[in-house]
């Protein structure tokens, strides 16, 4: 695993900017630019929940993603998503070889608010293969996250 950090300030409420990045909507609009044919979740925010992060895999038009649940969430402070398997075709995997390239992994959020601008602080855990991929695509989602909660 390779640990990746990015970090975005945004003109709003650390409120404002939990929910633009958690609300549906919201969610599918800023996470485009990792699946053009679209991201979603499945499950909810509470600490300990299940969650799905699917999309459409282009290619085969079938339903893949992540499996995951959510560590831990402070509201408006902290949110930590540990993955813990993989979807392919909606099925979920978490023993096979290919679901432990990814897994444990954990995506970790900070949310600091001084002034009205609230920091976002993103830490996460990346297999190798997707790592410089991420690299590119996460300063693209946080742009567009921050479009949102300015509006």
Same mark, same amino acid.
């Given at each position: ?8 300030? /945004? ?30 979740? $499945? ?37 930590? /998503?540990?993955?813990?398997? /993989?979807?392919?075709?909606? /099925? ?43 690299? $590119? ?6 742009? $567009? ?7």
């Amino acid at each position: 695993m390779q640990k990746l950090h990015f970090i975005v300030e /945004i003109n709003a409420s650390k409120e404002k900017v939990w929910d633009t990045m958690l609300a549906d909507q919201t969610y599918r609009e800023w996470t485009l630019v990792f699946n053009p044919s679209g991201s979603y979740f $499945k499950g909810d925010w509470s600490q300990g929940s299940k969650m799905l992060f699917v999309g459409t895999d282009p290619k085969t038009g079938k339903e893949g993603g992540m499996v995951s649940r959510v560590a831990e969430n402070k509201p408006y402070e902290f949110l930590s /998503i540990e993955h813990v398997g /993989i979807m392919n075709e909606g /099925i979920e995997d978490t023993t096979s070889e290919e679901a432990k390239k990814w897994t444990p992994s954990f995506e970790n959020y900070t949310f600091s608010e001084k002034d009205g601008v609230t920091t976002v602080t993103v830490d996460m855990d990346s297999a190798e293969v997707m790592a410089e991929e991420f690299s $590119k695509m996460w300063p693209q989602g946080l742009q $567009k996250l921050k479009e949102l909660a300015e509006k």
